[in-house]
């Protein structure tokens, strides 16, 4: 093995370095520091194999291979990274880092089947040639462990090798190594299976190479015929790709299509490429009957990495399926070896371009040139830049957007425990809930019971599921502590004995400077407003709307005074109709009475009449100071005018209610929309309209048919 490696690296490796890496060896396996693993495999062996199989199957590299032979050393501390930079360089330090880095991972060993694995692999790699090392080195792995005696052991050596490093190989056109790997993880998974499709195939294959002949001897001779210069090659599907198709398709050996494949490479100009694979193609069909569903044209439409062929599947002689494959040399060498524009990379924009650039990777690789190795040198593998790939103490792994902290992790694993989220151990150390994390992590959220979400971690989220549970929590939150001072605010309205009126109210939150009522509800509970002061400002606010507000008639024209006296009796008595004038009156803005309400004047200081409402509290209060000045009154013959009135109406929060309402009151010849006040939350729409009515009829009838329209819970005639 020893030699075969340095024949193969003799032109990439001095002498010098040779001596020294060996003497470097030599010196661990005396100090005991290249000691067998748990499960007898011996590392030298095993390093030395894998340089030997990245020489054979990618380049002969000296990075590369002094990397795989030393950075075990390193990692037991036998040698320091210093002395590597010192003694080999920059760059076989590089790669030395890379495989420490991602053999720490294999610490968590539950993660490993997690989708997100592959991608933190790429992120801690650094540079593309340590993920190539990781994957021969699985491939000669597997290739020791035949009959190895730890069943388990062999088990998810061979399961791993599956899941993660066959689809890596092939993501990097490893194809070779790719098909092996899984032909020797379904040989160590089911045995049984793999050794019948093998007997199989080795009790067919002189029958089948005989069909081969046969079936390319017309194709040869017709292909001649047309001039075309090709050359033919055969195939057989790998045990693993016939064994997944026979399950796909549930038949067995003798029922399967293509179980080997034909390539037809024809040496051809760049602009006859097209002209003579379809010649090609015409000719196959001619001779054969061809299958149209699983006609596959990659001429037309090349696939994103440039791949271009031609692939047919025809009934050959006996009634046998045989995939074609028809493609020019051109044609064949990018899609085995790739071409060198293809190589230069520049930047990945998306996760959809990885598979493109890595198929690049891999067409480098299959080309093994000295001058190609050396592009994937300098090759980018910030592949996942924009995300960080975090782990639970017990292996689970988890893929968050960069600049993710603790609570967008604690939220990533459960609502609940965001939102009782005290902060976490990183890697064994306490940590903040604004912690930024990193690729490799290992976070224990630590919560609390009595920890609830505030406003102000919003500062320290980046993930919307975060940002929307935490508003969520804040928002539910607010309304409980808003209920909680409404409760407060009315029970103090009710043993001052003041009857609260929500329009007046919401008129008070305004000169107060809160946008919303349940703002004005928060800074009670909280304790930034103090309710004895809202109390008054309320009486203030009330006792000024009575002064001062009120729709004036002007001159009087809407009202009668009969039999007014400066010191009224109880006989005295207001009646509103038409015809008056001379007489100051004002009804009251805190109730709003209309034509058809209960109604009673008071008379004000200025000796001006106020009409309130007869249920009107602040009449009550009144009455309970002032009864000498009530005088009884009530409504005569139509009035003519619109009065202002307030209606709430609360119901579903939907983007049509708004017009719903405002088209009912608007078809209405007697109804006006005055102003209109919106609200939502929650789901739920809140919405206060002035309305100017001519009686208390026509606003029944309007507020029904306002109940009536879909999404409307409740609607009531409120006091302004």
Not at 222 to 244: M, V
Not at 681 to 693: D, N
Request: net charge positive.
């Amino acid at each position: 093995m020893v030699k075969e490696l340095l024949h193969k690296l003799m032109p990439v490796i001095s002498n010098d370095d040779i001596n020294h890496v060996h003497a470097i060896i030599k010196e661990g396996v005396l100090g005991n520091h290249y000691r067998r693993d748990q499960y007898g495999i011996n590392p030298t062996v095993r390093n030395l194999r894998t340089a030997l199989l990245v020489a054979e199957n990618i380049a002969p590299d000296r990075s590369m291979t002094i990397a795989t032979l030393l950075y075990n050393l390193v990692r037991n501390n036998f040698i320091s990274e210093d002395r590597v930079v010192t003694e080999f360089g920059n760059d076989v330090a590089k790669i030395v880092r890379g495989l420490i880095k991602v053999s720490q991972l294999y610490q968590r060993q539950a993660a490993v089947r997690n989708e997100n694995f592959q991608k933190l692999l790429l992120t801690f790699a650094d540079d593309i040639r340590v993920i190539i090392i990781m994957i021969v080195d699985r491939l000669g792995l597997m290739r020791e462990i035949n009959h190895h005696p730890n069943e388990v052991f062999v088990h998810d050596i061979s399961a791993e090798s599956r899941y993660l490093y066959a689809p890596l190989a092939h993501r990097l056109g490893l194809y070779k190594i790719k098909s092996e790997l899984e032909d020797m993880s379904l040989k160590y998974l089911n045995r049984k299976v793999y050794s019948q499709i093998a007997e199989k195939l080795s009790e067919t294959k002189e029958r089948r190479d005989s069909y081969v002949v046969d079936f390319i001897a017309p194709i040869k001779q017709a292909l001649t015929e047309a001039g075309l210069n090709f050359e033919i090659k055969g195939r057989t599907k790998s045990i693993n790709s016939i064994w997944n198709k026979m399950k796909k398709k549930d038949i067995d050996l003798n029922g399967m299509y293509d179980l080997f494949a034909i390539r037809i490479i024809l040496d051809t100009p760049r602009e006859k490429e097209k002209k003579e694979c379809w010649i090609a193609y015409s000719i196959v069909t001619d001779i054969y009957i061809a299958n149209p569903s699983r006609h596959k044209d990659w001429i037309t439409i090349p696939k994103s990495n440039g791949y271009e062929s031609l692939h047919i599947t025809v009934k050959g002689p006996e009634d046998k399926w045989v995939e074609v494959q028809i493609r020019t040399k051109r044609m064949d060498e990018i899609a085995e070896r790739g071409l060198a524009a293809h190589w230069k990379y520049k930047g990945i924009k998306s996760e959809g371009d990885l598979d493109s650039w890595m198929n690049n990777v891999g067409e480098v690789l299959e080309a093994g040139s000295i001058g190609q190795n050396e592009l994937v040198r300098g090759m980018n593998m910030n592949l996942y830049d924009k995300e960080v790939f975090v782990f639970t103490p017990k292996g689970d792994l988890f893929q968050l957007p960069q600049g993710s902290s603790i609570l967008d992790f604690a939220f990533a694993i459960h609502t609940r425990v965001g939102s009782t989220c005290t902060g976490g151990k990183v890697d064994g150390k306490n940590q903040k809930l604004n912690y930024k994390l990193k690729s490799g992590d290992t976070v224990e959220i630590t919560t609390a019971s009595t920890q609830t979400p505030r406003q102000d971690w919003l500062n320290y989220v980046v993930t919307s599921k975060a940002r929307n549970k935490i508003r969520q929590a804040v928002n539910e939150a607010r309304v409980r502590q808003a209920d909680m001072a409404r409760e407060l605010v009315q029970r103090r309205f009710k043993n001052r004995k003041i009857e609260l009126d929500e329009g007046t109210m919401a008129k008070l939150t305004k000169k107060l400077g809160y946008k919303t009522i349940t703002d004005f509800y928060v800074d009670i509970n909280e304790g930034h407003l103090d309710v004895n002061t809202v109390v008054e400002r309320y009486e203030r606010l009330v006792d000024s709307l009575n002064d001062n507000g009120g729709k004036s008639g002007g001159s009087a024209e809407s009202f009668v005074l009969q039999n007014v006296k400066e010191e009224t009796s109880p006989d005295d008595i207001l009646v509103i109709g038409n015809n008056v004038k001379g007489i100051n009156y004002k009804l009251s803005k805190c109730c709003n009475p209309i034509m058809g309400d209960r109604i009673m004047g008071f008379i004000a200081s200025d000796g001006a009449i106020k009409v309130h409402k007869v249920e009107c509290g602040n009449l009550k209060h009144l009455t309970s100071k002032y009864p000498y000045r009530l005088i009884k009154s009530t409504w005569s013959g139509k009035i003519g005018a619109q009065f202002g009135v307030t209606i709430k109406v609360v119901g579903k929060d939907d983007i049509g209610i708004v017009s719903n309402i405002t088209s009912v009151i608007n078809k209405s010849p007697e109804t006006a929309l005055r102003n209109i006040s919106i609200s939502s939350q929650q789901g739920t729409f809140e919405g206060f309209l002035v309305v100017g009515i001519p009686s208390i009829s026509v606003l029944d009838d309007l507020m029904k048919k306002i109940l009536s329209l879909k999404g409307v819970k409740n609607v009531e005639r409120v006091n302004n």
